[in-house]
């Protein structure tokens, strides 16, 4: 940078000396539009569960969840997205429940899209781990997750969760070559419109607990996902990742997690100047959660973390948080 000026001529503290001179020259900023709120969902009528490692997050039945998806509408929120908490009892080693036209996902999307329509886009996850009993996101064959027999499984269940107008098919499960499979599955069925997120930079983190808490995958899982969900030492290797899939006919590509990978985000957009979700993903949520309820950090930290997402590049941000930072920004 050069001919910035000098003290005392130059003086960067008259931009920050009120309110209303920090808000007039703010270079990032956040609105309800770049929340994506992510919810559980479970069988039963007027179900609302807590979720002991996800204070204040719920599992809802389908009736409960249209209260929620109802408030999202109202403060704007463009888009949701869905998680199924599967019985445990319609859970195999081949995930088979993932494509039964009657499972909690295609019942709360055929619920959904008649009571809200296209008032809100529904986003669905493309991965065997809700509905496998070892807690893997697929086919495991050999001792290995066999990549090629779960992609013929993600094919089918992108089909029926278009089939029930989900607007968004995301595949999670970090399979080599599903994207292609996937779009051309869903072009010669005629969804051609059907968007495809791709989690094509998802990392083998230590923060998703909860999560898999929430689904109830957590005790089932046998061993790790370091095999196919990537390595958090790698930088080329994400950006290896998304150019496949983006060649393969991916719409938007999602980073996950969120916090600890922002220098992923910022190379992704940089490099692609494609749509970027992140995902904070349930871990980041309690610790920041927990550290509130603590009184280790304030509130604020909140609205600070989603914007350090948005700064690195993020689109929009698949949050926990999203319907109280709606509230505060409304």
């Known amino acids: 940078m050069k001919n910035i000026g000098r003290f005392p001529s130059l ?3 008259r931009n920050r000396k009120a309110d209303w001179i920090r808000r007039l020259v703010s270079e990032h900023n956040l609105s309800a539009n770049d929340l ?11 179900k609302k569960e807590n979720i002991d490692s996800m204070p204040n997050v719920f599992r809802y039945s389908i009736d409960e969840l249209a209260r929620v998806v109802e408030r999202a509408c109202k403060l704007g929120i463009p ?3 869905l998680f199924p908490y599967t019985d445990q009892k319609k859970k195999d080693p081949k995930g088979k429940e993932a494509v039964n036209k009657n499972n909690l996902i295609c019942k709360a999307l055929r619920y959904l899209k008649k009571e809200f329509k296209n008032d809100i886009g529904i986003m669905c996850d493309v991965a065997l781990d809700p509905y496998t009993n070892h807690g893997h996101d697929g086919i495991i064959k050999d ?3 066999d990549n090629d027999l779960t992609i013929e499984i993600l094919i089918k269940q992108s089909l029926l969760q278009a089939e029930m107008k989900c607007d968004i098919i995301a595949p999670s499960d970090m399979m080599d070559g599903r994207i292609g499979k996937i ?3 869903l072009d010669s069925k005629g969804f051609k419109d059907t968007q495809l997120v791709s989690y094509a930079v998802k990392y083998a983190s230590n923060f998703y607990g909860p999560f ?3 689904v109830g995958s957590k005790k089932k899982l046998k061993g790790d996902k370091k095999t196919y969900q990537m390595d958090f030492r790698n930088t080329n290797e994400a950006l290896r990742e998304v150019a496949l899939d983006v060649n393969e006919g991916a719409d938007i590509v999602m980073v996950k997690p969120g916090l600890p990978y922002l ?3 910022r190379v992704v957009k940089d490099n692609f100047k494609l749509p970027v979700f992140s995902y904070q993903v349930s871990g980041e949520y ?4 927990n550290g509130i309820k603590k009184g280790i950090i304030s509130e604020e930290a909140i609205l600070e973390s989603l914007i350090s997402l948005k700064r690195s590049g993020s689109n929009a941000i698949v949050s926990y948080f999203s319907i109280d930072v709606a509230n505060q920004l409304k």
């Open 11 to 13: 003086r960067m503290r």
């Open 36 to 46: 994506i709120l992510p919810l559980f969902v479970k069988e039963g009528i007027k």
């Open 79 to 81: 888009l949701i997205a």
């Open 143 to 145: 001792n290995k997750i």
């Open 183 to 185: 779009r051309t599955a």
């Open 212 to 214: 898999r808490d929430a």
């Open 263 to 265: 220098d992923i985000i």
């Open 286 to 289: 309690a610790l920041i959660k």
